[in-house]
């Protein structure tokens, strides 16, 4: 079945630099993706969103890329905190899938002081 | 701010014993989802439900039912728990009308011995 992935499972950065995780998708028709945080024993939570008919979105420190042509997300965290330190994922979904978001395994962001 | 809770952060059941995990939440959301979590899998989706009294199946619907009486309510049952389904176990909420993230709880982590 359709599925989005992630490249890397583990990311470190250096504080104060600037973090980028990526994220692949395969089903075409996905039009809305949605990326969420997740700290050590909570629940997901909302970051920033965008929908196909846009290739950038800017939030407080971060911004997400969609490139449709090559299905490629992906979340840019600048100046990098250690409060950032979490497991990102990425979600997809289409207008023919309801409310459901399929997710990708995550990538944990490591935060070096 | 949106707000799903859940009614216990951490659970140890027995194997054979039956389960209820409770979710709440208080943005009249019409749709409701549950979904387990586990390190490499990602977040699968095990029962969803667009109403009242309406449930579907997810991905994952092996060994588990749900109930939905209410609106704000969604229960995920264990029938009859398993080590295998030892995990965190994760709700969330999400409006019916334009396409919107899913808003999620604090999670609880089961443990069957």
């Known amino acids: 079945g359709e599925s989005v992935g992630l490249h890397l499972p583990t990311l470190s950065v250096q504080e104060g630099d600037n973090s980028i995780i990526n994220c692949a998708y395969s089903?075409?028709?996905?039009?809305?993706f949605i990326w969420y945080k997740q700290e050590s024993g909570k629940g997901p939570q909302f970051i920033i969103d965008i929908r196909s008919n846009m290739d950038k979105r800017q939030g407080q420190r971060v911004t997400v890329l969609l490139n449709k042509t090559v299905k490629h997300l992906s979340l840019q965290i600048a100046a990098t905190q250690p409060g950032d330190s979490a497991v990102y994922f990425c979600a997809e979904n289409w207008a023919g899938g309801g409310n459901k978001l399929t997710f990708g395994t995550g990538t944990q962001l490591k935060v070096e002081l | 701010d949106v707000k799903v809770t859940q009614s216990s952060r951490y659970l140890v059941k027995r194997t054979g014993e039956k389960v209820f995990l409770e979710c709440v939440q208080d943005m009249d959301h019409e749709n409701m989802f549950w979904y387990r979590q586990d390190p490499g899998l990602g977040l699968r989706l095990i029962y969803f439900s667009y109403d009242v009294k309406m449930k579907e199946k997810g991905d994952i619907p092996e060994g588990y039912s749900v109930s939905r009486e209410k609106k704000e309510r969604f229960s995920l049952i264990l029938e009859s728990a398993s080590t295998n389904q030892t995990s965190m176990y994760l709700c969330a909420s999400t409006s019916a009308g334009e396409r919107d993230t899913q808003y999620f709880g604090p999670g609880t982590r089961l443990t069957v011995l």
């Open positions: 089903n075409s028709a996905s039009d809305y």
